[in-house]
């Protein structure tokens, strides 16, 4: 019954309106002979009964029928033979249609439209797709150190081993009342060989490192170091020698510093400037020292996020005494001007870089990179043509062979390199890269058995010997696989090819191939898991009897561990040379069997 009246009400109101709109055009029929502002109003009041008359045809119209016309086009029809992509959007909202509440004082209920909703868009074809290119993220594993540990606290760690190797390890971490960092680590350790007397070492050494804020946004950060290392030249020295053990002391202290200024305000500045003082000094044997400082100047003026141009400057002075009475001294002096430009998605770095190498050498050399990231891929490829300067040291010559005795002639090497590298981010765990380069060296130290003197009075001497002119291809590439963020595995390998050698006939001493591979693993807070194993070839080595030989390929495996007992108390041990294979890095020089260590680690707080 509602229903009826309902609809008997709309039907009255349409005769209403339809009828006056008949009336007045009958009486538009009978005043065609009226003036022109006549006609002009009959137009209006015509207009105006025209879209009264729209208005009812409107409402004719059953509702029902209106809420059911869902597809609307939004888009003109094209003339075009090819069909245009149609995207369908399914509308999560339903409207409804609701009846004005307490009409005649009776409650209204809300009629549901349960008919979904369908629009039709016409979408340019290269709007259908757009492609996600994420920023390149990479991972890093959490590796427990005692130098980056809580700060405030205080670690003592001690262990015991094998061939009466002895560790003893402080450090001390501190965060003081104005925000700044301190480290500080004191380390001894010793061992002894079972087969030879004098193959002993012992190490004693000091470190610090800091970070102290001078303002919000610049601070300075500080390392100090101390190394003294004492060993004996053992190699083919018989057992039974009587021979005093100073016959054949090698020992060294090493000492340096180093001050960087860092401003954590880089992007909002024109100008940024971060220079690097370091300094070291070094005594080996026979009173022989070497004292080198190095001012390191990087500076640049930052136009815009796309355009850079680098001022670098370097000065770098080494002062080598072979003996008391003898003083040699290099120096460079080198500029590194630039320019350098981001855009479409290329890096392109274009300078020179004049170098002054003992105030009278000046040389000119090229100095370009260029960094591009592949299209639509992960492949990110550097390429580029530089040249490096190395003010050789005593220091760095002891480092790579323990056994080398002081040179006469302390030269500048330098490396002119021609290099492209290919990294690849293939996923969010899985990273590695293969560089291919060509180098040019010169003075490049080799490094060969000192021939004719008494091996057993004064044990076996190691010599420094400078190639003139050597070139060659390398080969470098890094695998790195991130799973979780609890375990970390790392590969590098180095390979090595001499193509021209200019005096010697072999690269004494030189790798031809070097690989590592470190495995950490954190699997809860209570163990730290790590390995590593290493593998390179026998470098060429000159014998007494005048004859070439090759030392046998080494592969070398190293493990340790650590598990938290309480807050305070800790348990480690470590295995080294676990394949228990002495092997030989310098000719007649053997390394000790498979070497275990265990200890306690005690830590406590402020």
């Known amino acids: 019954m509602k229903h009826l009246l309902k609809y008997i009400f709309l039907l009255i109101t349409i005769c209403v309106i339809v009828t006056p709109v008949d009336a007045k055009k009958k009486q538009r029929k009978k005043q065609k002979t009226s003036t022109s502002k006549k006609k002009t109003s009959k137009k209006r009041n015509s207009n105006t009964a025209k879209v ?112 009466s190797h002895q560790y003893a390890q402080l450090s001390i971490n501190n965060l003081d009342k104005w925000k700044n960092t301190h480290s500080i680590t004191l380390f001894n350790e010793a061992s002894t060989g079972t087969f030879h007397r004098l193959q002993i070492i012992r190490e004693l050494g000091a470190k610090y490192i800091g970070d102290q804020y001078i303002n919000k946004y610049n601070n300075i950060q500080t390392q100090l170091f101390y190394n003294h290392s004492q060993r004996y030249r053992f ?61 390191n100047n990087p500076m640049y003026l930052q136009f815009n996020n796309k355009i850079k141009f680098n001022m670098d400057l370097s000065y770098s002075f080494n002062q080598y005494n072979p003996t008391g009475l003898i003083h040699q001294k290099n120096t460079i002096l080198r500029a590194d001007p630039a320019i350098s430009i981001e855009k479409w998605g290329t890096i392109i770095k274009a300078g020179a870089s004049p170098v002054w190498v003992n105030k009278d050498d000046y040389q000119f050399y090229p100095n370009v990179h260029l960094q591009k990231k592949l299209t639509d891929t992960n492949y990110l490829v550097k390429t580029g043509w530089t040249t490096l300067f190395d003010n050789t040291q005593y220091s760095s010559l002891a480092i790579q062979n323990p056994w080398v005795m002081p040179v006469t002639n302390m030269l500048i090497t330098s490396n002119e390199k021609k290099y492209i590298t290919v990294e ?31 091996v057993n009075t004064f044990g076996l001497k190691y010599q420094a010997i400078f190639e003139r002119r050597a070139s060659t291809l390398e080969v470098d590439t890094k695998l790195r696989y991130q799973f979780s963020d609890k375990l970390l595995w790392e590969n590098n390998l180095n390979y090595k090819q001499f193509n021209v050698i200019k005096e010697n006939s072999k690269p004494w001493g030189i790798l031809p191939l070097e690989f590592k591979s470190s495995f950490n693993w954190v699997p809860n807070k209570k163990w730290i898991v790590e390995a590593s194993a290493l593998y390179w070839t026998g470098a060429a080595q000159f014998a007494a009897n005048n004859k070439t030989f090759n030392l046998k390929n080494v592969v070398v495996l190293n493990a340790g561990f650590s598990y938290k007992l309480s807050s305070a108390w800790s348990v480690w041990a470590k295995g080294e040379n676990l394949l228990d294979k002495p092997y030989e890095r310098w000719a007649s020089y053997p390394s000790l069997g498979a070497q275990i260590t265990a200890g306690i680690i005690y830590s406590f707080r402020k």
């Open 52 to 163: 009264k008359a729209k208005t009812a045809n409107v409402n004719k119209v059953n509702l029902n029928e209106l809420l059911n016309e869902t597809t609307v086009t939004v888009a003109p029809t094209k003339s075009d033979s090819v069909p245009e992509k149609v995207v369908t959007i399914l509308s999560a909202f339903k409207p409804q249609l609701k009846y004005v509440a307490k009409i005649g004082f009776v409650n209204a209920t809300a009629n549901t439209d349960t008919s979904a909703v369908y629009l039709n868009y016409q979408v340019p074809s290269q709007n259908l797709s757009f492609e996600y290119r994420p920023i390149s993220l990479v991972p890093r594993a959490i590796v427990h150190d005692s130098l980056v540990s809580l700060t405030n606290i205080t670690n003592f760690k001690i262990g015991f081993g094998n061939y």
């Open 235 to 295: 190699g083919l020295v018989p057992n039974s020698s009587n021979l005093p053990e100073s016959n054949y002391e090698h020992n060294f202290e090493h000492m340096g510093a180093s001050f960087a200024l860092l401003n954590t305000k880089v992007k909002q500045r024109l100008f940024n400037i971060h220079p690097i003082a370091k300094f070291e000094h070094f005594q080996g044997i026979i009173d022989a020292t070497n004292t080198w400082y190095e001012i």
């Open 424 to 454: 690849v981010s293939a996923g969010k765990r899985l990273d590695y890269s293969i560089g291919v380069s060509i180098n040019e060296y010169k003075n490049l130290p080799f490094f060969n058995q000192i021939i004719g003197t008494d």
